[in-house]
């Protein structure tokens, strides 16, 4: 637990502040006597410099130059982006209880959702391999849609209450059958919250991972609720919550 002395919070745990320097102490860009490459972010832009080697996009390494972060943004590369979990952040994910999963169909529409359960509902069976569970839900099934069509999905684990830190995961999904995923994957659990069983998963193997830093970061409280586990009743769901279906009824 963080020792809180008035507004100060003083990390511990696996998020040394000496990983976050990078973000939190970034120096403001300085001038530089060479011209700045100079175009409008949305639209074509400049051919790419040589980065073939880097993480991230064609998009973020052009915006870096433009902007004057390549500097930056290189350090960050080298000292915070790797291509698998290691034992530090595999420690985060196993006592996460939410992840914010984001997703994009064959055309690039996006979407982002929310993955929720007790400490453990997302599992890592390897270094470069994680996996979480689908329960029964809307039946809109709009991220597993987006997987079908494109295997890549972002997601991202925030530590609200404690450490005040983020990981950040990228990678390439797959969608498997409960039954099929045990059989492949004996070493599941088969205690499960509120007794829901999972049916299916997805199977994230994982091309990055790295920290997202702690400076808007809020700390948060959890509290006790009662929860409808199971229930399709609207109103215990909150299903009309923004008024949508009486507008349109």
């Not at 300085?30 to 409008?40: G, L, M, N, S, Y």
């Not at 390494?61 to 902007?67: D, E, K, T």
Request: proline share 8%; net charge negative.
């Amino acid at each position: 637990m963080a020792a809180v002395h008035s507004d100060v919070v003083t990390p511990t745990g696996v998020a040394d502040s000496g990983l976050l320097d990078l973000e939190v102490a970034d120096p403001l860009p300085q001038p530089v006597d060479e011209p700045t490459i100079r175009f409008h972010p949305v639209g074509p832009a400049p051919a790419s410099p040589n980065v073939g080697h880097l993480p991230g996009s064609q998009g973020e390494h052009l915006l870096q130059c433009a902007y004057g972060s390549q500097d930056r943004a290189r350090r960050f590369y080298r000292d915070q982006v790797i291509g698998h979990l290691n034992d530090e952040m595999i420690e985060f994910v196993g006592r996460m209880e939410m992840a914010f999963i984001s997703t994009a169909d064959a055309r690039g529409e996006c979407d982002s959702t929310l993955r929720a359960g007790p400490p453990g509902f997302l599992h890592v069976l390897g270094r470069d391999l994680l996996t979480y569970p689908e329960y029964r839900g809307n039946g809109v099934m709009a991220s597993l849609g987006n997987i079908s069509e494109n295997p890549h999905v972002g997601m991202l684990m925030i530590d609200f209450t404690e450490d005040l830190i983020g990981l950040h995961v990228n990678g390439r999904a797959r969608i498997v059958e409960d039954s099929d995923l045990r059989a492949e994957w004996p070493g599941l659990p088969r205690e499960f919250d509120r007794g829901r069983r999972p049916e299916r998963w997805v199977v994230v193997h994982i091309e990055e991972a790295y920290i997202h830093c702690r400076k808007h970061i809020p700390r948060m409280k959890p509290v006790s609720r009662e929860r409808a586990w199971g229930s399709d009743d609207a109103r215990r769901k909150g299903a009309d919550y923004f008024n949508t279906a009486r507008r349109q009824g």
